[in-house]
């Protein structure tokens, strides 16, 4: 919300799962963490022979094209002294991984998927990243498990 306009506080909204909340944005975070744990995302992914082209559904162009415009926002957030550019770029990050996620399985059981699999964990953690450096801007605590 800009800064300049009055804010009316609602307990149960402010701490919903839902919406424009923080709590919605540490749930995000802990599901890109759980995904990336049950992948077991740190073992053997080298980052250099990831193939990035199969990231090629709508999807995962539009939270690829909506990362490439993290640096633009908080230097327009910076330059204007209004957080709320950082915090609706990070709520848009946010509905758009969890609409992903819902309609794309990011890890595959077939083992001839394993390289669209490597390409949608990189994405995850590209995400989770984001979110972390966001909400570290915006003095939001970000949890691995909620």
Do not use: W
């Given at each position: 919300q800009?800064?300049?306009?009055?804010i009316i506080f609602d307990k149960e909204k402010a701490l919903s799962f839902a919406g424009e909340t923080g709590p919605y944005l540490q749930y995000t975070y802990a599901r890109c963490a759980s995904i990336l744990k049950k992948s077991c995302h740190s073992e053997g992914n080298e980052e250099s022979s990831i193939d990035y082209s199969l990231?090629?559904?709508d999807e995962e162009k539009a939270i690829l094209i909506h990362l490439a415009q993290l640096e633009k926002t908080v230097q327009k957030s910076a330059?204007?002294?209004k957080p709320n550019y950082i915090a609706r770029y990070v709520l848009e990050l946010a509905k758009l991984?969890?609409?992903?996620?819902?309609?794309?399985?990011i890890i595959q059981e077939d083992p001839t998927q394993k390289p669209l699999e490597h390409a949608r964990l990189a994405l995850v953690k590209a995400t989770q990243?984001?979110?972390a450096n966001t909400c570290?801007?915006?003095?939001?605590?970000?949890v691995e498990e909620m």
């Amino acid at each position: 919300q800009d800064s300049e306009k009055r804010i009316i506080f609602d307990k149960e909204k402010a701490l919903s799962f839902a919406g424009e909340t923080g709590p919605y944005l540490q749930y995000t975070y802990a599901r890109c963490a759980s995904i990336l744990k049950k992948s077991c995302h740190s073992e053997g992914n080298e980052e250099s022979s990831i193939d990035y082209s199969l990231l090629s559904n709508d999807e995962e162009k539009a939270i690829l094209i909506h990362l490439a415009q993290l640096e633009k926002t908080v230097q327009k957030s910076a330059n204007e002294y209004k957080p709320n550019y950082i915090a609706r770029y990070v709520l848009e990050l946010a509905k758009l991984f969890n609409s992903y996620y819902q309609k794309h399985k990011i890890i595959q059981e077939d083992p001839t998927q394993k390289p669209l699999e490597h390409a949608r964990l990189a994405l995850v953690k590209a995400t989770q990243q984001v979110i972390a450096n966001t909400c570290d801007l915006l003095g939001i605590e970000v949890v691995e498990e909620m």
